[in-house]
C-alpha cells in the first residue's frame, strides 16, 4: 500500500502526515493537544481512536478550520471514513503551518514596520470593522506589539496590556486597529468580548466557543451556559496562541475572574481604570489625545472640505 493509499484510509497516517507538515514532534502536539506523548503514539499507530475531548484539541492544534471542523471530529471517532476528509486537509497542501484560514508563519511578522489590515485566522470573533480612516498611534501600535511579545512563544507567563485613558479618547479604536493588522499571527485567532455589562461577561465567554468561532464541539449549542463557559475558559489556557479583547474592562476582580492563568493567550484590555494590580501583570499604556492634525482626517467626512476641529493637546 502506498503512503498516499494508505492515507485514504488510515487516520493515524493522516495525523502523523498533518502534525509533520506543521513541523511538530509527537512530544509538541501532545504538549498542545493536553495529552501523554504516547496517546499520540497509539493515534497515529491506529492503535486506538481518540476521545471526544482529545479530538477536539487535535483539531484546533492541527488547524482544522471550522468548515471542516465537523467532519475531522466525526472521522476522529470512527463514525465516517477517513477518505470523507476534504482534500484541502491532506498533508500535501499544507506548507509549514501556513493554510487556509491559519495564521501566517512568525517570520512574516517584520517588527521594523507596521502591517497592513488582514483578514483575522478561523476561529476569531471580531465584532468592530476595521476603520479605513484610522491614522496616527503607531508608536502605540509598536508599543502593544513589545508588551504582548507579539511574534515570541508563550512561556508560561500571561501577557496583559491595557490600553487607558478618557472616555472618547480612542481606545476601542486603537484595539480594533492593532486586532486588525496583528490579529493574523495569532494561531488561534482573536476573540473580542465587550466587558460593559459584567452580567453578559459569561454569555460573551461562551459565544467564543461556537460554531463560527472556536468551534470547541458540534454539541457546543445544546450545553448548558456554565459548561460552555467552562469548556471555552479550558481552551483558553492551552498552549495555542490567541488574542484576547477585553473591551471596557474597569474592574480589577473582572479581570482577575477571566482572564487564563496560563497558556499562549495575549490579553489586551481597554478600560478608563488608570491604576492596575501590578501582581495582575498588567502593562499600562497611557493614551493622550492626538494631536489636532493627525486627528482631523479621523474626525470628518472630508478633509478637503471641512476645517480642521479645535483640539486640545500636550505641548
Not at 503551518?97 to 488582514?118: K, R, S, Y
Not at 495569532?186 to 472556536?214: H, K, N, Q, R, Y
Request: net charge positive.
Amino acid at each position: 500500500m502506498t503512503e498516499g493509499t494508505e492515507d485514504l484510509f488510515s487516520f493515524g497516517s493522516w495525523v502523523r502526515r498533518r502534525r509533520r507538515a506543521l513541523d511538530l514532534t509527537q512530544a509538541a502536539l501532545a504538549d498542545r493537544v493536553g495529552c501523554a506523548e504516547i496517546s499520540i503514539r497509539k493515534i497515529e499507530a491506529d492503535a486506538f481512536r481518540p476521545s471526544r475531548e482529545i479530538a477536539e484539541a487535535l483539531a484546533t492544534c492541527l488547524q482544522i478550520p471550522p468548515t471542516e471542523r465537523a467532519m475531522f471530529l466525526q472521522v476522529a471517532r470512527a463514525e465516517r471514513c477517513t477518505d470523507r476528509l476534504p482534500a484541502s486537509q491532506t498533508a500535501q497542501n499544507v506548507s509549514a503551518g501556513h493554510v487556509a484560514g491559519c495564521a501566517p508563519p512568525l517570520e512574516a511578522l517584520a517588527l521594523d514596520t507596521i502591517p497592513g489590515p488582514a483578514p483575522l485566522p478561523a476561529g476569531s470573533r471580531m465584532l468592530l470593522s476595521h476603520n479605513p480612516l484610522f491614522v496616527g498611534r503607531e508608536l502605540a501600535l509598536r508599543q502593544l506589539v513589545d508588551a504582548l511579545r507579539v511574534g515570541c512563544e508563550a512561556v508560561g507567563r500571561l501577557e496583559i496590556a491595557a490600553v487607558t485613558g478618557l472616555g472618547g479618547i480612542g481606545k476601542t479604536q486603537l484595539a480594533c486597529e492593532f486586532v486588525h493588522r496583528y490579529g493574523q499571527f495569532f494561531t488561534g485567532g482573536v476573540l473580542w468580548l465587550s466587558f460593559a455589562d459584567p452580567a453578559a461577561i459569561p454569555a460573551e465567554v461562551a459565544a467564543c466557543g461556537g460554531v463560527d468561532t472556536m468551534h470547541l464541539s458540534s454539541e457546543f449549542g445544546m450545553l448548558s451556559l456554565d459548561e460552555q463557559v467552562r469548556r471555552v475558559l479550558r481552551a483558553w489556557e492551552s498552549p495555542v496562541a490567541r488574542l484576547l479583547v477585553f473591551d471596557n474592562c474597569e474592574d480589577v476582580a473582572l479581570l482577575d475572574r477571566w482572564r487564563p492563568k496560563h497558556g499562549g493567550c495575549r490579553v489586551l484590555i481597554t478600560s478608563r481604570r488608570r491604576y492596575w494590580d501590578p501582581a495582575l501583570g498588567v502593562q499600562q499604556l497611557p493614551l493622550d489625545v492626538l494631536r489636532a492634525m493627525k486627528a482631523w482626517p479621523c474626525c470628518v467626512p472630508s478633509a478637503r472640505t471641512c476645517r480642521p476641529p479645535i483640539l486640545s493637546w500636550r505641548p
